[in-house]
């Protein structure tokens, strides 16, 4: 069996790092610039993981050795087997991470391909309800969330990227509040929670978040 260690958000940062060097070899002539830009786009993948075996760190590094689209295609269809999956949940798993919403409407988890998947998010239209799943530290966190489209685009907070958003909002309960009072988080995410996964690099923002409003 592949042992995985990439994650989704970092096979994510790895595909742009491929697609800026080749952008940079169809469009610079300077052989100093496309060296450089080499170099960068290896150490920058390399150091996207706090750690590397001897033969992970040189799979990928090949990233500064490609002249053609095809190369860098097989590159990353080539790291794909060694993508290290979200972990696996059950719909029971899920209710109980929401138990104060009896009526919620659960994901159809066989549509995920969790490969790709960085945080499990779903959307009840009827109630304008975005719910959030995200692992942490070995633990699952649920966000539940009202949203509301906004009409326009804008970058999202989770992927950073110019895209159609809503506005989330999340009620907090204060440590030193009453029993009743409660605050709330907004925050501009993605409409197409699908196409953020296939987008996000970086899972500070996100993280962030999640454990900023988690009850």
């Not at 742009?16 to 960068?40: C, G, I, N, P």
């Not at 696996?88 to 798993?93: D, E």
């Not at 995920?112 to 499990?120: E, Q």
């Not at 989770?158 to 909002?169: G, S």
Request: aromatic share 12%.
């Amino acid at each position: 069996m592949t042992p995985t260690f990439i994650r989704n958000h970092q096979y994510n940062y790895i595909k742009k790092q491929a697609d800026f060097v080749l952008k940079t070899l169809r469009s610079v002539a300077d052989r100093r610039v496309l060296e450089t830009v080499r170099y960068s786009a290896e150490l920058n993948v390399t150091g996207a993981f706090a750690s590397l075996t001897a033969g992970q760190e040189q799979m990928l590094r090949a990233i500064s050795t490609f002249e053609k689209a095809e190369d860098f295609q097989q590159y990353t269809s080539g790291l794909e087997p060694y993508l290290e999956p979200f972990p696996p949940i059950t719909l029971k798993q899920i209710q109980k991470l929401f138990p104060k919403n009896k009526k919620m409407k659960l994901p159809d988890l066989q549509s995920f391909d969790f490969r790709y998947v960085t945080y499990l998010a779903w959307a009840d239209i009827a109630t304008n309800k975005l719910f959030i799943v995200y692992p942490h530290e070995g633990q699952f966190i649920g966000v539940e969330g009202r949203m509301l489209p906004v009409h326009k685009k804008g970058y999202c907070l989770f992927c950073n990227r110019q895209q159609e958003l809503a506005f989330l909002t999340v009620k907090t309960k204060p440590e030193l509040a009453a029993a009743d009072n409660f605050a709330s988080v907004g925050q501009y995410v993605c409409m197409d929670n699908q196409g953020c996964n296939q987008s996000i690099t970086d899972i500070s923002a996100l993280e962030r978040f999640v454990l900023s409003v988690r009850k």
